[in-house]
């Protein structure tokens, strides 16, 4: 049975699928067989029972403290925080959360390419950026729920930049944060599910709607698939036209929309926020 779970909740594009696989290989952590299990989140996961979650680990009481997952899913809307919260509370276990994020403009940025190649940005959404995408970047209004329902000391903020840069720090702080073992982490110069994993036009895209293959790859664990995944993941020659680089007018609008939840990111939060492109100085 296990008593100790570690979820990293988001933020999407910020960097979730490195820091799992990075964390991964503390010999006190246990990742789950799939990153995201979405299992809080999504009615049908949730609706296997807590037995069929706790099957995504090959978890050692003797060996391991903590099992690893990461869902981004977890904090995608206020809803689905809602929902995950209220859930995760009904387990008899211990949770501790984490949490990282980037320069906001980055990550909408990011999500823009996204939703561009698999087809829910249509090319006419990159002439205006879509409120949803707002919404995603409003790191504070994400972690809301989570310091309600489980207080702030279950919660552990990280910066994407941090993590690319400092990674053995940013990784020690993790190991505080969660009372393990320091622990010498390798490859991390490694990037996972880099920016062409989510392109249709790749090989990988096109065999991952194979729906036999697609049933088999839930067996496969996650490191496996990554490496395939990363193999496979380059456009072919007949690739989509770029997407239109954000513009200054762009830019400031979405600094202006989200300077409330940043303001809020940094008073209630303590998030470093100035090394960000948000359009003011400290």
């Known amino acids: 049975m296990i008593n100790h779970y570690t979820l990293i909740i988001g933020s999407q594009k910020c960097g979730t699928t490195s820091l799992f696989n990075y964390l991964a290989q503390h010999p006190q952590i246990a990742p789950s067989s799939r990153k995201e299990t979405n299992f809080f989140a999504n009615d049908e996961d949730w609706e296997r029972s807590l037995a069929w979650y706790q099957s995504l680990w090959q978890w050692d009481p003797e060996v391991h403290r903590t099992a690893l997952e990461a869902s981004p899913l977890y904090t995608f809307s206020q809803s689905t925080s809602a929902k995950a919260t209220r859930r995760i509370a009904s387990v008899d276990a211990q ?45 504070a209004k994400q972690l809301d729920e989570y310091a309600q329902q489980f207080g702030k000391d279950s919660l552990l903020l990280l910066r994407l930049s941090v993590l690319k840069h400092e990674p053995q720090a940013c990784l020690q702080q993790v190991c505080n944060f969660l009372e393990l073992q320091p622990h010498q982490f390798a490859a991390l110069e490694k990037i996972h599910n880099a920016r062409n994993s989510y392109r249709e036009d790749t090989p990988w895209r096109k065999l991952s709607q194979i729906s036999l293959l697609k049933s088999a790859a839930d067996l496969v664990p996650d490191r496996y698939k990554n490496h395939l995944r990363q193999l496979l ?16 007018a762009q830019r400031r609008s979405i600094q202006q929309a989200l300077r409330p939840d940043l303001q809020r990111l940094r008073q209630e939060y303590g998030v470093d926020i100035f090394e960000w492109d948000i359009g003011w100085s400290e």
Do not use: N
Not at 98 to 111: C, G, H, L, Q, V
């Open 233 to 248: 993941s380059q456009p072919g020659r007949s690739k989509k036209d770029e997407v239109p680089a954000l513009t200054e």
């Open 95 to 139: 949770f501790k959360f984490i949490f990282i994020m980037r320069d906001p403009i980055e990550k909408i940025d990011s999500a823009r390419y996204q939703g561009y190649y698999q087809g829910w940005l249509k090319p006419s959404e990159t002439d205006e950026v879509p409120p949803r995408l707002i919404e995603s970047a409003q790191y």
